[in-house]
């Protein structure tokens, strides 16, 4: 029999991943990050005081005491493992992980050297990101991606509805708007790059139009659900019923 116990810090019990939000205000749409319709399973939402894109996107030293505090609260109420909505708290993956004792996974950027193994060393990889300009060299090294692999990086900063919509914190967002700008920066990236092999999406906000993406390009495409996905299942292992034989 099972023998469950009381953590003293916690609110409410069976929440599996944990999600450091941006302070910011907008929709947030099925599909996207910081809707909990995305999710197949229970996570548990806490905005990061104070993280408000420019300080996020620049790494901010002094966010992190407020980064820390909202991942220690995440871990005292059971989470198995953490991750954000916005791919720039890449900047603050090793304070959070030297911070709690479960697995981080605070940027979808993370998963470009996992894509960079599927791939032949003649493929690139291209990353669509919220704002290529905050995007440094600097930032993709954290990844730990091999220097000599090719890396085409695009943004959808210059894009209007994705500027008006998402970056300025627009009260309404129109799907339509936004599937069709991230169809075309892509379609573009791919043009441009005949070497492409797989797209990686940093902002959190983008996965809602990954499969109009990897319909119109025709390339495997990952973002920040495939990675929560990929942590969830090894923090949740499947049973399997093996007294069945089928051979």
């Known amino acids: ?31 996207d990050v910081g809707n909990a319709d995305t999710y197949d399973y229970p996570v548990l939402f806490k905005v990061v005081e104070g993280a408000t894109y ?54 979808s950027l993370l998963q470009v050297p996992f894509v960079a193994s599927f791939l032949g060393k003649s493929k690139s990889i291209g990353v669509i990101t919220a704002d290529s300009t905050a995007l440094s060299n600097h930032m993709i090294a954290k990844t730990g991606l091999d220097n000599d692999r090719k890396l085409v990086i695009k943004g959808m900063q210059e894009q209007p509805c994705f500027d008006k919509q998402i970056m300025q914190e627009g009260d309404e967002l129109v799907t339509e708007d936004i599937e069709r700008e991230t169809v075309e920066v892509a379609l573009e990236m791919k043009r441009e790059n005949p070497d492409l092999g797989a797209i990686v999406m940093e902002c959190s906000m983008l996965p809602p139009y990954s499969k109009a993406v990897q319909e119109a390009t025709g390339l495997p495409v990952y973002d920040f ?5 990929y942590f969830q299942r090894g923090t949740h292992q499947k049973a399997y019923d093996t007294t069945r034989h089928y051979y």
Do not use: H, W
């Open 1 to 31: 029999m099972p023998v469950y116990k009381t953590r003293p810090q916690a609110e409410a019990y069976g929440y599996c991943t944990g999600i450091l939000l941006l302070d910011y205000q907008g929709p947030f749409v099925p599909g």
């Open 54 to 107: 420019p300080r996020v996107f620049t790494g901010d030293p002094e966010l992190e005491p407020a980064v820390i505090a909202a991942a220690q609260a995440l871990e005292a109420q059971g989470v198995k493992a953490i991750s954000s909505d916005c791919g720039f708290f890449l900047n603050y993956q090793d304070v959070i992980a030297k911070a709690v004792n479960i697995p981080v996974c605070a940027s």
């Open 225 to 229: 659900i495939t990675m929560i996905d």
